[in-house]
């Protein structure tokens, strides 16, 4: 696909952008005209034939006075920059052009001029500009439940609202946002604001702000697997006395994992434990959380829907404390045509100490930030 004209850094441009920007020489290749033998051609020799005429054989980009266009051509060998999209969001691109994830109609189809083997051999000759190893690949990205953590370092912007009748009214709205660092690293802030209704009404304000830390230690892309550990701290930053907040600083370690299952299913796992401040006001916790769902494409590389369900434990370790057994079953939507805006969906059910929790309604917007902005590539210009 080949972005509009307006000016912007390569690093700001969606990697399928830039995938389709260095194939726009590949519409020399006619697929009606008489042309040579390419069933034995490496994936290094079609994207000479292919790509290297706007992006270089080297994959860097050639200079403005060889393409002709203004637009900035990133460079294929930053890894922070190629690694996170998944070779189905590269192909989507090679087989329909630009409209595949709404990006410029410029960008040509090439389903009748390369097969589906050529293609694929390409995207592994591009795969291999980024020469540095540790980066985990886009593949192991996968779909955000409401609760486990996901285990690959992200990009991402979720707001979240959760609505429940007990202990209290309560609608709660959170802000969390994830900064990748380097290849493996992650930080992020949670900043919670609660309405809670009591006695004399509702009330509202700021809940616990929790920042967090993870790093991925393992991936696989072979085995479809990865696994991230890290840790978390929340802050009393919410009125106690309103319900709107814990009363003390929580220390949390955790582990996660994420698994790909065959025919585009998924299992992801977190576990850990909470350590209060303050005993008197807290207990002791440890978690367990784990999801299974499977991607659904619509015509094969149009929006994805993912049903997942979530089975969370949380087993406080104070005397007489009781552990909480919950399900949430729930689906994931991609909105935008870059498929960088997600609706999640979804139903906390307590399975037991139903007398005093209840149902909650969850729904959370995801934007991955570093790929578009909010409003950009909902549909193909």
């Known amino acids: 696909m080949v972005v509009s004209g307006d000016s912007m850094p390569p690093r700001d441009i969606p990697l399928s952008v830039v995938l389709a920007i260095a194939c726009v020489g590949a519409s020399r290749i006619d ?8 069933s034995n051609m490496s994936g290094g020799a079609l994207y000479d034939t292919a790509c290297a005429a706007c992006h270089g054989r080297d994959g860097k980009g050639q200079p403005k ?69 540790g980066w985990p690949r886009g593949e192991l990205n996968f779909p955000r439940p409401f609760f486990t953590e996901k285990a690959y370092p992200e990009n991402e912007a979720v707001f979240t609202t959760t609505m429940s ?23 992020e802030i949670n900043v919670p604001v609660a309405m809670q209704h009591g006695e004399s009404g509702w009330h509202r304000g700021l809940g616990d702000v929790t920042a967090a830390f ?20 929340t802050l009393p930053t919410g009125q106690e006395a309103e319900g709107l907040g814990g009363g003390t600083t929580i220390f949390e370690a955790f582990a996660m994992s994420g698994h790909a299952l065959p025919a585009d299913g998924f299992i992801e796992f977190q576990a850990g434990f909470e350590m209060p401040a303050r005993a008197e006001v807290a207990n002791r916790e440890l978690f367990w959380r784990a999801a299974i769902g499977k991607t659904f494409f619509n015509k094969r590389w149009g929006r994805q829907w993912s049903p997942m369900a979530e089975v969370l434990l949380a087993r406080p370790l104070g ?63």
């Open 65 to 133: 006075s060889v393409v002709g266009f203004d637009t900035p051509l990133p460079d294929f060998t930053d890894c922070s920059f190629t690694t996170p999209e998944a070779d189905l969001d590269w192909s989507a691109v090679v087989h329909l052009g630009g409209r595949a994830r709404a990006l410029d109609s410029r960008m040509p189809s090439f389903v009748d001029a390369l097969s589906d083997a050529e293609i694929t051999r390409v995207i592994e000759h591009m795969r291999g500009f980024c020469a540095e190893p």
């Open 214 to 233: 993870k790093y991925s230690f393992v991936d696989s892309l072979e085995r479809g697997a990865i696994f991230s550990a890290g840790g978390e701290v």
């Open 31 to 38: 697929a009606h005209a008489q042309a040579p033998d390419r």
């Open 319 to 381: 005397a007489g404390a009781r552990a909480e057994w919950d399900v949430v079953p729930q689906v994931q939507v991609s909105l935008s045509g870059l498929q960088h805006v997600l609706l999640n969906v979804g139903l906390r059910i307590p399975v037991n100490a139903r007398d005093r929790r209840s149902h909650a309604a969850m729904v959370y917007l995801l934007w991955d930030w570093f790929d578009s902005g909010l409003f950009s590539n909902w549909r193909s210009r």
């Open 165 to 187: 009748r007990r202990p209290a009214r309560a609608i709660e709205q959170q802000f969390l946002y994830e900064q990748r660092v380097g290849r493996r690293a992650q930080y």
